[in-house]
Nanobody
Framework: QVDLVESGGGLVQAGGSLRLSCAAS????????MGWFRQAPGKEREFVAR????????AYTDSVKGRFTISRDNAKNTVYLQMNSLKPEDTAVYYCAAKLRADLPYGYWGQGTQVTVSS
């Protein structure tokens, strides 16, 4: 069992920045692959970014490439999502998720944090 708690969301103007954090409860956090997802009102949840346990492998959805950066600090059991040049279309509830293997679905989810970007 991994408990995930997101923080760092809020209201920001277009062009601004936010850094989301996701703290994990498990001491073996470093073994987990981590991801960020988001869900906008009326839309399905979508993948945003992911990072391997060693931080050597990252991936992003096309709409955030060059603006968002995912990173992790295994010593702090925390994964981050640095979001720059925010756009109104980035408005959503952002969730972090964890899984042990690349071939498995994400099995652990946080409660989400709201990000609102005003135009």
């Amino acid at each position: 069992q991994v408990d995930l708690v997101e923080s760092g969301g809020g209201l920001v103007q277009a062009g601004g920045s936010l850094r989301l954090s996701c703290a994990a409860s498990r001491r073996t956090f470093s073994s987990y692959r981590m991801g960020w997802f988001r869900q906008a009102p009326g839309k399905e949840r979508e993948f945003v970014a992911r990072i391997s346990w060693s931080s050597g492998d990252t991936a992003y959805t096309d709409s955030v490439k060059g603006r968002f950066t995912i990173s992790r600090d295994n010593a702090k059991n925390t994964v981050y999502l640095q979001m720059n040049s925010l756009k109104p279309e980035d408005t959503a509830v952002y969730y972090c998720a964890a899984k042990l293997r690349a071939d498995l679905p994400y099995g652990y989810w946080g409660q989400g944090t709201q990000v609102t970007v005003s135009s």
